[in-house]
């Protein structure tokens, strides 16, 4: 089998452009709806967090509640590793934003531990009071909420800036 790494492609300003793009959309999209949902991103998203649960449930039951959140974060971590290894900074940026938009949706979901106003998919139990629960931190349920936010956000912010410093350092106007 082949070696899958590759040396890196070079970045062009219309994939820069493009990673900027998601981003800003990414923000536009939850500011308009009220409620920090990308409508078609986030559909995806809740998707493969609640494939999670039963696929972690194989193997142990009481860890599939970590499998929501081990899941959705490991899916857009996988990605961004897949394009790194191939050196394509720009789907690695991507894939960046995108593991950020979901810490976003964590720490939303961390946030709501204690006031369980969240709509639950089925009605089922709230991942994170059990988890912080188990944890014995259920009262710093926002506090721990809004440090996973600020990693999301400075992640959603430094994935398209590092392929813009990625295009800049190799392109011909330096």
Do not use: C
């Not at 039951?61 to 590793?81: E, M």
């Amino acid at each position: 089998m082949a070696d899958e790494s590759a040396s890196p492609k070079p970045v062009r300003l219309t994939g820069v452009l493009g990673v900027w793009l998601f981003f800003a959309a990414i923000v536009v999209l939850r500011l308009r709806s009220g409620e920090d949902w990308v409508p078609i991103l986030d559909s995806a998203n809740l998707v493969i967090h609640e494939a999670g649960h039963p696929l972690v449930g194989l193997f142990s039951s009481r860890l599939s509640v970590y499998g929501g959140a081990l899941f959705q974060l490991l899916f857009p971590l996988l990605v961004v590793v897949h394009f790194l290894r191939r050196g394509e900074g720009v789907g690695a940026a991507v894939g960046g934003v995108w593991l950020g938009e979901n810490l976003l949706n964590v720490a939303r979901y961390m946030a709501d531990a204690r006031a369980q106003v969240l709509p639950l998919v089925g009605g089922g139990h709230h991942d994170w009071a059990e988890i912080f629960n188990r944890w014995d931190v259920l009262a710093a349920d926002t506090t721990i909420a809004g440090l996973i936010a600020f990693f999301g956000w400075a992640l959603m912010l430094a994935a398209p800036a590092w392929v813009t410093w990625v295009w800049w350092r190799d392109s011909e106007y330096t």
